[in-house]
């Protein structure tokens, strides 16, 4: 169990085109939401479908990976860490959220499948 540490891997689909920013310092920065569906029986023997929202960040090459390959509906495989954040919003009400650091994304695609780590 000593091996095991912050992290997390997901297969999903992008709900949004990448929204790209980047710095004075060159750097490059991803944010990304990714819908991952669950499918399940219910206790009555029904189908539920069930979609799980997820905030991706990507830097440097990885960001540069996502703006030229991954476009809204893109199966991606992602691996990285959790970070908690706290803020006050707009109202003045403290909030949290809590996003996903990106190490790794592998494209799910015949046409197309690159793996890319930082």
């Given at each position: 169990m000593?091996?095991?540490?912050?992290?997390?891997?997901?297969?999903g689909?992008?709900?949004?085109?990448p929204?790209?920013?980047?710095?004075?310092?060159?750097?490059?920065?991803?944010?990304?939401r990714?819908a991952v569906?669950?499918?399940?029986?219910n206790?009555?023997?029904?189908?539920?479908?069930?979609?799980?929202?997820?905030?991706l960040?990507a830097?440097?090459?990885?960001a540069?990976?996502v703006e030229?390959?991954?476009?809204?509906?893109?199966?991606?495989?992602?691996?990285?860490?959790?970070?908690n954040?706290?803020?006050?919003?707009?109202?003045?009400?403290?909030?949290t959220?809590?996003e996903i650091?990106?190490?790794?994304?592998l494209?799910?695609s015949?046409?197309?499948?690159?793996?890319?780590?930082m």
């Amino acid at each position: 169990m000593k091996a095991i540490k912050n992290k997390v891997q997901l297969v999903g689909r992008l709900g949004a085109n990448p929204e790209m920013k980047t710095y004075g310092d060159g750097k490059s920065l991803a944010n990304i939401r990714l819908a991952v569906n669950d499918r399940y029986k219910n206790a009555k023997g029904e189908w539920m479908d069930e979609t799980q929202w997820f905030s991706l960040v990507a830097w440097a090459k990885l960001a540069i990976y996502v703006e030229k390959y991954l476009t809204k509906g893109t199966e991606v495989a992602v691996e990285g860490r959790l970070v908690n954040k706290a803020f006050t919003d707009k109202n003045g009400i403290k909030r949290t959220s809590t996003e996903i650091i990106v190490s790794e994304i592998l494209l799910l695609s015949k046409q197309k499948e690159l793996l890319v780590e930082m």
